[in-house]
């Protein structure tokens, strides 16, 4: 089966804590105006992955999406809301669930974009056919940048903005360092952009392998990191980054080579264990950051109560991205293309405070840098946030390039 | 350089080694009931999952249950499905296979979720051997020691045992066995179940090791499918050599060109099937020709 409605549920979540109050508070009450013929629910795409080693996270970014359904009360405008959630299966399932998605069940916008590779296939499915589309979880830089266009707006932050973010904090480990990539989009694009960073500031590169995706046995990497020394092992292994380290921990490596990555997401950590986690990454949310905001923190106490566990970084990505796109169709008040990327383009989130920038559809974001703990109390606290990057706000804008750097060239909708 | 290709050969021996214990039970199933199970995979990653879920509740000990219920398992599904595949194509039994290959991973998604259940080895096992300039950690030493084992035992059981001996006339001519007075059929639902629980055995051994999540079934089942075509469908020493060449082959492509480290065995499988079309060890199977 490849599509899920969650409209059967709709009453079961509704009495979520205070999810009603929160959808008032955000404006969601006043009355709809919409075109005759659309009448009946708002329906609204969502593509992420159901199988494969990413599912993990896609099922957070669900939970995420179904808290922000719920908190404006699976209604915009007056009218009940519907979101159906087709699979990634691979790049080109990815592509023809998107067509299926406008074509056949006549969505008005879509959500998700697991994986890298499939968001830019499903970017280019936006643009032909003139469909908004809010990528809740891929980090390509080329994305926002080169590939760009006014139906695709973005939340995570690119690859090479978090590595420009990342790479000085690294770079107090030494400058000798190993780069362990899989061998795709994400992983290439990891690769590529601290390269350049590293030869800029002078270090080394002592080893450099591309990975095959999926791979399940890393023993062979490991004995050649060992025998390279770095001071620093740079990884981009996306869904295989729990297989990793579970045999970097068994080969008795962890605690001599730092390790760290950009972009991972709780749920890899949290299938490696306490007795062999280890590294140095980056996150856009952790559920315990003290500095979280007070919706940010009702969103985690819905999550515990709807799902029975901590809400993850994906469950916040999921979330944000979610009452992005609810928040303009609000605004927008019709449920028109032109009119909710318009609206996207406007919206500003009253209680997180984050948009899109206008020239390029890119959620600006500030990163955390997160350490795994010395000693793990259970098994879902992993994390000290030893800072978030950039330190100052304002800074921003500038972290995240200039239009010229990052080369989105957007082509009229 | 010296030192590392040692410690790569040494690696590659013992990651050769998990990949028999993957493969064998898929060889059994095969030579001895003429069944393409796809579902191979499956059953390893219910190894695993049962491996962890026992050792959860009651501790290591409990763990050595896991291959006992996935083999309870296999037999039941035998009886149910695999058996009215024993007179039909070959083709058939493959795409029965996959069908519940895939049933059995949505289960695993089901009962126990997307997410990767966390799993390391027992710390009397975590740590390293360093000889000279050979890296072995004690827990894949300890895997090898086990698949030896088991190699060994199963061996000696087909060689030896009257049992053994039914099972192998069984699989080459069921029809004078069972004009002989032998009931054939539980004895091959005993095999099924057999094969099932080698390959649970591997997936509670690669726990530690591999993410187990529902998506594990799908490590396992490739190399165990070129192993045993590269060994010679349903050849029993022929699973393990290629085993520990795949291994050997693996690491050194890891080693020397990393990129091509996933494609590597399906080349190797191809170079040897251009040279022994019926793989190192292979008889001719007049059902199959």
Redesign the interface.
């Known amino acids: 089966m490849t599509s899920t409605s969650f409209a059967a549920t709709r009453r079961q979540v509704l009495g979520t804590a205070g999810a009603v109050g929160a959808g008032a508070a955000t404006g969601l009450g006043m009355p709809f105006i919409r075109p005759a013929a659309a009448a009946g629910p708002i329906r609204i795409g969502l593509l992420e992955a159901k199988?494969?080693?990413i599912?993990?996270q896609s099922?957070y970014l669900v939970y995420g999406t179904k808290i922000a359904l719920a908190e404006i009360g699976h209604k915009i405008g007056g009218r009940p809301v519907e979101l159906l959630w087709y699979d990634e299966p691979s790049t080109q399932g990815a592509e023809q669930n998107f067509r299926k998605l406008v074509k056949e069940e006549k969505v008005v916008a879509i959500l998700g974009g697991t994986l890298s590779s499939s968001a830019l296939a499903e970017e280019a499915q936006a643009q032909e056919l003139k469909i908004p589309y809010v990528c809740n979880n891929a980090a390509a830089t080329e994305m926002t940048g080169k590939n760009c266009n006014s139906w695709t707006f973005r939340l995570n932050t690119p690859v090479d903005v978090q590595a420009r973010m990342f790479a000085p904090f690294l770079m107090g480990y030494g400058k000798k360092w190993y780069f362990l990539t899989a061998?795709y989009a994400f992983g290439q694009d990891i690769a590529k952009s601290f390269k350049k960073l590293l030869k800029a500031a002078g270090g080394t590169i002592v080893g450099d392998?591309?990975?095959?995706?999926?791979?399940?046995?890393y023993?062979?990497?490991i004995?050649?990191i060992?025998?390279a020394k770095p001071d620093m092992v740079l990884g981009g292994l996306a869904g295989?980054l729990?297989?990793c380290l579970?045999?970097w921990?068994?080969?008795?490596m962890r605690g001599k080579i730092p390790f760290s990555e950009i972009a991972i997401g709780d749920?890899d950590l949290?299938?490696?264990?306490?007795?062999?986690a280890t590294g140095l990454y980056t996150s856009l949310w952790w559920y315990k950051n003290p500095a979280n905001t007070p919706a940010e923190k009702r969103m985690a106490a819905d999550h515990l109560k709807m799902f029975g566990k901590p809400a993850a970084d994906k469950s916040w990505m999921g979330w944000q991205a979610a009452r992005s796109l609810f928040q303009s169709i609000a605004a927008a008040k019709s449920t028109d293309p032109h009119a909710i990327v318009a609206a996207l383009e406007k919206w500003h989130d009253p209680d997180t405070g984050v948009s899109y920038r206008g020239f390029d559809h890119q959620m600006l974001l500030s990163n955390l840098v997160v350490q795994v703990k010395k000693k793990i109390p259970n098994?879902w606290d992993y994390f000290d946030v030893i800072a978030t990057v950039p330190k100052n706000k304002a800074d921003l804008n500038a972290v995240y390039g200039t239009a010229a750097e990052v080369g989105c060239h957007m082509p009229p909708a | 350089m010296t030192?590392?290709l040692l410690?790569?050969a040494a690696?590659?021996l013992?990651?050769g080694g998990?990949y028999v214990l993957i493969a064998i039970g898929l060889s059994i199933i095969f030579g001895l009931l003429g069944i393409v199970n796809f579902a191979h995979g499956a059953f390893f990653a219910m190894g695993a999952y049962f491996g962890v879920t026992l050792y959860s509740h009651f501790g290591w000990p409990a763990v050595l249950l896991a291959p006992v219920l996935v083999g309870l398992v296999g037999m039941a599904l035998e009886r149910l499905l695999i058996h009215h595949l024993y007179d039909k194509e070959p083709l058939v039994s493959l795409i029965v296979t996959f069908a519940l290959a895939l049933m059995l991973e949505a289960a695993t998604?089901m009962i126990w979720?997307?997410?990767?259940?966390?799993?390391?080895?027992p710390s009397f096992l975590?740590?390293?051997f360093l000889w000279g300039p050979v890296?072995i950690?004690r827990?894949?030493f300890a895997v090898f020691v086990t698949t030896v084992a088991i190699l060994v035992l199963l061996w000696a059981f087909l060689r030896f045992t009257p049992y053994g001996r039914i099972l192998r006339a069984g699989s080459r001519d069921p029809e004078m066995v069972g004009l002989l007075g032998i009931r054939l059929p539980r004895v091959l639902t005993a095999v099924f179940g057999l094969g099932c629980a080698i390959a649970a055995i591997a997936g509670v051994l690669?726990a530690?090791?591999?993410?187990?999540?529902?998506?594990m079934s799908?490590?396992?089942i490739m190399p165990a499918f070129v192993i045993v075509t590269i060994g010679g469908l349903g050849s029993f020493p022929g699973a393990v050599i290629a085993g520990l060449l795949v291994g050997e082959v693996?690491?050194m492509t890891?080693?020397f060109a990393?990129?091509a480290?996933?494609?590597v065995m399906y080349i190797f499988m191809a170079l040897v099937l251009l040279l022994r079309p019926r793989g190192l060890l292979g008889e001719r199977w007049e059902r199959f020709e």
């Open positions: 199988t494969g080693s599912a993990a099922q061998n392998d591309t990975v095959p995706l999926n791979t399940a046995d023993s062979a990497y004995l050649k060992r025998a295989d729990a297989t579970k045999q921990d068994e080969m008795g749920t949290w299938a490696v264990g306490p007795k062999a098994k | 030192s590392l410690s790569q690696n590659g013992v990651l998990l998604r979720g997307g997410l990767g259940l966390p799993f390391n080895q975590s740590g390293i890296l950690t827990y894949r690669a530690p090791l591999w993410t187990v999540d529902p998506t799908e490590g396992a693996v690491t890891v080693q990393p990129g480290s996933g494609a």
